[in-house]
Nanobody
């Protein structure tokens, strides 16, 4: 089994920064991408960013382009999400995901709250 442990969420003021981390453990072989989704209260879960495990190529939601940066440390099986210029609309539970050939694994989520 694969486990994803997220950390780094919290409360920050508008314009501030946070860095989320997600460490994968267990049977992580055959994984080809990791990323982040988020879910705000009363809204559907939405894609935020993803990174390829092999070549490091990245993909972002339009709403976070230029403000968020996803990166990875293959040796630590860890993915990071650097979030800058945070806005109140970024408030959500952020979920880490790991994609393998036959399934997607979800983390438990970490709360990010941006105060105005």
């Amino acid at each position: 089994q694969v486990q994803l442990i997220e950390s780094g969420g919290g409360l920050v003021q508008t314009g501030g920064s946070l860095r989320l981390s997600c460490a994968a453990s267990g049977r992580t072989f055959s994984s080809y991408a990791m990323g982040w989704f988020r879910q705000a209260p009363g809204k559907e879960r939405e894609f935020v960013a993803a990174i390829s495990w092999s070549d490091g190529s990245t993909n972002y939601a339009d709403s976070v382009k230029g403000r968020f940066t996803i990166s990875r440390d293959n040796a630590k099986n860890t993915v990071y999400l650097q979030m800058n210029s945070l806005k109140p609309e970024d408030t959500a539970v952020y979920y880490c995901i790991l994609d393998q050939s036959s399934r997607r694994v979800w983390g438990q989520g970490t709360q990010v709250t941006v105060s105005s």
